[in-house]
């Protein structure tokens, strides 16, 4: 029986590392289908004609159902599994990505966005909880920083390969080239993805044991998880800095474009270069905290100081807008994507160190939703500021802030890290 369990461990060993790859491809195509909007909103901005408020409430309607994915995915990534699950959910976003090419109007892009928006929101939940499900807790938020650097990878992809080829092809096109790689995934997906048997995690001696004491089954309900202020340490955390990341994501081509004079034909290699530093930031952050781990810190100390670490790395992009140098304003952009990823990376990790694995995929779909919907009030109030003053440099203010505020709140919903306990 030993040995089965050692010749498990060592088949899982290797597996898992194939199972965080699937993840990190997943994500790319998710932010590649994301950021498309953002790349080509010049273009889109002359042939539609919308305004700064319009184009802010496209960039809500995508926010709004999305947190409404999130919240709805995450108890069916609890309920039916993560294989089932997200093969769904990647046909679902794939399918609206590439219906963008049959929009025409304001209320058309905001329709699609809001299809976009409902299927993505299955990825995290899916994601985090196949990374709970494939990795001991020393490794989760490595594991984690690495398929969440699909975010930037994907976010160096899009303004590498989108720009040339909306104008090479149009942007209809290029709609519909970027929405149809998620079905191939799909198909890698379902091939290859199994879920981890009771054998594998059995071999992971530090799987759950925070958790050793729940003894309750099945996916807990909304009601019962919005009681524990572990919930709401990890809700507040996504609702103060989500709405950050999407300005990244949604206005930094129009930043570039209207405060740097940058064109279509140009706007690509500074976002490369953005996004490129983020993909560090988000392996770093990760491997700061289970390198920790591994040094002997306990939970509570080593999560909070490379959350820490990753604030504080945020808080010069309150200046970007007074820096005349191109390039310089890029590197403290990207500094701050950077950290945001890594903050990300642990943020998502603490779900599983708080709650027993039945539980994180709900919990994560909760912080999920409260985080777009920060973002949904974050885009209205970016619209009314550029529409009313031209200048973004507030926005920027308030993104420096964010985290170090998100974490002193954090810290006291959950100074000790104790696991919430969902069977009393």
């Given at each position: 029986m030993q040995s089965a369990v050692i010749a498990s461990a060592r088949v899982s060993s290797r597996y898992r590392w194939t199972v965080c790859a699937l993840l990190f491809f997943a994500t790319v195509i998710n932010y590649m289908d994301r950021q498309i909007l953002g790349l080509l909103a010049p273009v889109l901005q002359k042939d539609i004609g919308w305004t700064q408020v319009e184009y802010g409430r496209i960039v809500i309607s995508f926010s709004a159902f999305y947190a409404i994915g999130q919240l709805c995915f995450g108890r069916i990534v609890d309920w039916l599994g993560t294989r089932v699950s997200y093969a769904v959910a990647m046909v679902m976003w794939s399918a609206a990505a590439m219906l963008h090419a049959v929009a025409g109007s304001v209320a058309g892009f905001a329709?699609?966005?809001?299809?976009?928006?409902?299927?993505?929101?299955?990825?995290?939940?899916?994601?985090?909880?196949?990374?709970?499900?494939?990795?001991?807790?020393?490794?989760?938020?490595?594991?984690?920083?690495?398929?969440?650097?699909?975010?930037?990878?994907?976010?160096?992809?899009?303004?590498?390969?989108?720009?040339?080829?909306?104008?090479?092809?149009?942007w209809r096109a290029?709609?519909?080239?970027?929405?149809?790689?998620?079905?191939?995934?799909?198909?890698?997906?379902?091939?290859?993805?199994?879920?981890?048997?009771?054998?594998?995690?059995?071999?992971?001696?530090?799987?759950?044991?925070?958790?050793?004491a729940d003894t309750g089954t099945g996916s807990p309900g909304w009601g019962v998880l919005i009681r524990k202020r572990q919930t709401w340490a990890f809700l507040l955390g996504k609702f103060l800095t989500d709405?950050?990341?999407?300005?990244?994501?949604?206005?930094?081509?129009?930043?570039?474009?209207?405060?740097?004079?940058?064109?279509?034909?140009?706007?690509?290699?500074?976002?490369?270069?953005?996004?490129?530093?983020?993909?560090?930031?988000?392996?770093?952050?990760?491997?700061?905290?289970?390198?920790?781990?591994?040094?002997g810190w306990n939970v509570n100390r080593a999560r909070k100081t490379a959350m820490l670490i990753c604030a504080c790395c945020v808080l010069p992009i309150a200046f970007v807008s007074q820096v005349e140098n191109l390039w310089i304003a890029v590197v403290i952009i990207g500094l701050a994507a950077a950290a945001h990823q890594g903050?990300?990376?642990?943020?998502?990790?603490?779900?599983?160190?708080?709650?027993?694995?039945?539980?994180?995929?709900?919990?994560?779909?909760?912080?999920?939703?409260?985080?777009?919907?920060?973002?949904?009030?974050?885009?209205?109030?970016?619209?009314?500021?550029?529409?009313?003053?031209?200048?973004?440099?507030?926005?920027?203010?308030?993104?420096?802030?964010?985290?170090?505020?998100?974490?002193?709140?954090?810290?006291?919903?959950?100074?000790?890290?104790?696991?919430?306990?969902?069977?009393?």
């Open positions: 329709f699609m966005r809001a299809l976009l928006g409902l299927g993505e929101g299955g990825n995290f939940p899916a994601a985090i909880k196949a990374t709970t499900e494939w990795f001991p807790r020393r490794e989760r938020a490595l594991a984690t920083g690495i398929f969440n650097s699909g975010a930037n990878i994907g976010a160096v992809f899009a303004p590498a390969i989108i720009p040339p080829l909306a104008l090479a092809l149009g290029a709609f519909v080239i970027i929405g149809a790689i998620g079905i191939v995934w799909m198909i890698f997906w379902l091939t290859i993805y199994r879920p981890a048997d009771a054998a594998t995690q059995a071999a992971y001696e530090d799987a759950e044991p925070a958790h050793a709405p950050v990341w999407w300005f990244y994501l949604f206005w930094l081509p129009k930043w570039l474009n209207e405060a740097r004079g940058m064109d279509l034909q140009h706007i690509g290699l500074p976002l490369v270069c953005i996004y490129a530093l983020t993909t560090i930031g988000s392996i770093g952050g990760g491997w700061i905290s289970s390198t920790l781990l591994n040094n903050w990300s990376a642990n943020l998502y990790t603490i779900v599983s160190d708080l709650f027993p694995q039945r539980a994180v995929a709900s919990v994560i779909g909760i912080g999920g939703m409260a985080g777009a919907f920060g973002s949904v009030l974050f885009s209205e109030v970016i619209g009314q500021v550029l529409q009313r003053t031209g200048h973004y440099w507030v926005l920027f203010v308030i993104g420096a802030l964010g985290y170090l505020l998100a974490l002193a709140i954090m810290h006291l919903l959950v100074s000790d890290m104790k696991p919430a306990r969902l069977d009393t």
